[in-house]
């Protein structure tokens, strides 16, 4: 019933779901359902909405902002601060800044105290977020209208107007300002007193005269300071010129004040104690000197000293600094790189994974970001971008067809044996500095897959390495959908110990009964559907719907014959072809039947032994399965290996004797294939994407180094800009590590 009113309905008249969004992949699962759906939402926040002004802005939905700011961390120690990330120091910097930001994007903002330790804070950190750019009206709208909007209850509350309900609050001074104190709380007509006004404030300065004889009183200087109204939290300080004495006791009990400091500077050795009716001009009373002698004394306010106020009040002023880059982390940008017009790259040996195979001494033209054209001696455009690559060569961008970086959280959904419903584009993450690292060894385009645990995974995400584009911009328009299935050791858990003996299937013959089962599902819900559109949508059958239609590739982790074997069978019987066995470290095995039922394969160079069911992995496997007619990729799965995979293809040169030419395609092109994108990527061919690759050498030397990464005619990667980003990443941490130690808050 919950459900429906907030299904049901139109406009205002649906139920709200307010959605927790604690970080930037949870705001962009947030605005899909929003829009699948149409719910009508509000956020509550996690304190770093500043990094997607734009999505926010044109989302349209209030944000309920928490002011618990990321904590300063402790620096002091030199090798400890090693441990604090750029990022976080960034996010330190400008999440007081949050609210502002928001509000001036156009943004409607409400705050609140939920997540600060204690709710006293709350005051003090709406003030920290004024300081920072919130105005003190958009802070009181945040605390009274924009609420009221939200819970659809502004025509009785967040205004003062005839008809509305008197909720109200009573202050002695400016709302926002520090020691401003709540006098009463009106709730429905009802007052509640929560400050006596009857206590006087006396913090500030005061001239204090002490009669202690018949001669000229003395005259000294009383300062009282406090952050509240509260008396009890007062501290005060007696000065005479240079000299200052700290207060022992100060104390005020309804009118009546009591003070006590030590007389010794004075020439009264001893303790001085004083007591008097306070007023808010004048404290008037008697006191009693170390040696007994009884005087009289008042104090009268003293003027503030303005010049002193003023020059605090600049040097205290708050510089709000632009937003950090995209991704707010290390080699993070402020923008895409230029697409320049047209490009011209001379005089390079060009591999080119296509029909021209390898061209000497040739020259690649880019217009737009697509290839042009590809020869020898090529008028040069007058707005060309020209670069000299005498010596160099140049590839295509690298296509890795297995890789796990780009993800946050778990790319395993342990829980059950199927999970075709979850999606991997739904946990990418662009912050992941794996992304620029893959793409400065010359890798343009990944596929991001599911984990292995499932022998019914989930849906995968084909990327482009556009270091500083959000997820949208990431994924590659036009590759083939794609699904994860997996056979052996991991479905089964039989390496991963005792506690993972509940979960079926627990055999291999399980797991193929498993996937039959799934199919034959899928394919009559399938037909359910089309006779009957209201049959109500399965996420997990729909996925694998697609997979009997054809219309998404499954890329299965393999690795023995028999499991090889066994799903080739079972998708034969349903009528579909398997896209891609991954690992197929056995290909060698079976290769002229993977072949013969029109798989690919994406597999290793030479790794073997890490586990039981890969000791029969050969160095040979890809070279074999390629001369039989499989389209053979190489993909680097592990993420602290990637972006070398054009070194695996090297391999396959001296493991088999694969032509250097082939062994490129085994990086580029054919990956592309698998990918169901060598319409966009994988080869330089006119009309396709700008992706490529400059090397120092032949990309078939292990000494060959990555110089510059260019991916839709923008240069991403660049070794000499490189080099200046990494001193700029030590200074911007240098800077951000002194305004922590200069801000002296630390957790």
Known sequence: ATLGGA???????????????????????????????????????????????ERLRSLEVPVILPVNFFPAPDLSDPEDALAVSLASLWHWEAAPANAGRLRDAGVAVALTSDGLTKRADFPARVRKAI????????????????????????????????????HLVVTDGDLFAEGTQILDLW???????????????????????????????????????????????????VTQDSLKIKVGTLRLEGQRLTLTFAGDSLGLEGVLRLSARASDSLLAGVGETPQGMDFTWEATRAAEDTSTTDET????????????????????????????????????????????GILEDADLLVRDGRIAVIGQDLKVPSDAVVIDATGKHVTPGLVDAHVHVGAMGGLNEWTQAVSSEVRVRDVLNPYDSRIYRHMAQGTTTVHVMHGSSNPIGGQNATIKLRWGADVEDLLLDGALPTIKFALGENVKHSNRGPHFTT??????????????????????????????????????????????AGERLVHCHSYRQDEIL????????????????????????????????????????DWWGYKFEVHDAIPFNAALMHFVGVGV????????????????????????????????????????????????????????????????????????????????????????????????VDVERNRLIQAVLADGETN
């Open 503 to 548: 979960r079926y299937p627990q055999t291999r013959m399980g797991v193929a009964a498993l996937i039959r089962d799934r199919l034959a599902a899928a394919r009559e819900y399938g037909e359910q559907r089309q006779r009957d559109s209201s049959v109500r949508r399965d996420l997990e059958l729909d996925a694998l719907v697609e997979v009997l």
């Open 313 to 356: 009040a600049v040097s205290d002023e708050i510089e709000i600094r632009a937003l950090p880059p995209f991704p707010p982390v290390s080699f993070g940008v402020t923008g895409l790189p230029e697409q320049p017009r047209a490009i011209l790259v001379r005089g390079a040996t060009i591999w080119t994974s296509g029909p021209n």
């Open 633 to 728: 990729s190489l993909n680097s799965d592990l993420s602290n290996y990637g972006g070398r995979i054009h070194v695996d293809a090297a391999k396959a040169v001296k493991y088999g004797g694969v032509e250097p030419e082939q062994a490129l395609h085994m990086v580029t092109i054919e990956p592309a294939r698998q990918l169901g994108a060598e319409h966009r990527v994988g080869s330089l061919e006119p009309g396709k994407d700008a992706d490529f690759v400059i090397w120092n050498e032949s990309p078939m030397s292990s000494y060959t180094r990555c110089e510059q990464t260019w991916i839709d005619g923008r240069r991403y990667f660049d070794r000499e800009t490189d080099a200046l980003r990494r001193q700029q």
């Open 131 to 166: 300081e920072h750019g919130l105005t003190a009206d958009d802070a009181l709208a945040a605390l009274t209208t924009v609420p009221a909007q939200i819970f659809g209850i502004a025509d009785q509350l967040g205004t003062i107007e005839k008809g509305r309900l008197a």
């Open 566 to 605: 066994a799903l080739i069978r079972i998708a034969e019987d349903f009528g579909f072809t398997v896209g891609t066995f991954q690992h197929v470290l056995e290909g060698y095995k079976v290769a002229e039947i993977i072949a013969e039922h029109g798989a690919h394969a994406s597999t290793f160079s």
């Open 7 to 53: 299904l049901d309905g139109g406009g205002d008249d649906r139920d709200l779901v307010i959605l927790e969004v604690n970080d930037d992949r949870m705001l962009r699962v947030a605005a899909e359902l929003s829009t699948d759906h149409g719910l009508r939402i509000a956020l509550r926040g996690g304190g770093a909405e500043y990094r997607q002004l």
């Open 187 to 237: 709730i429905d007509g009802d007052r509640h007193r929560i400050t006596d006004p009857s206590q006087h404030d006396l913090r500030g300065n005061w001239t204090l005269q002490l009669h202690l004889s018949t001669d000229t009183p003395l005259v000294l200087g009383l300062k009282v300071k406090g952050k509240t109204g509260d008396a009890s939290a007062w501290k005060g300080t």
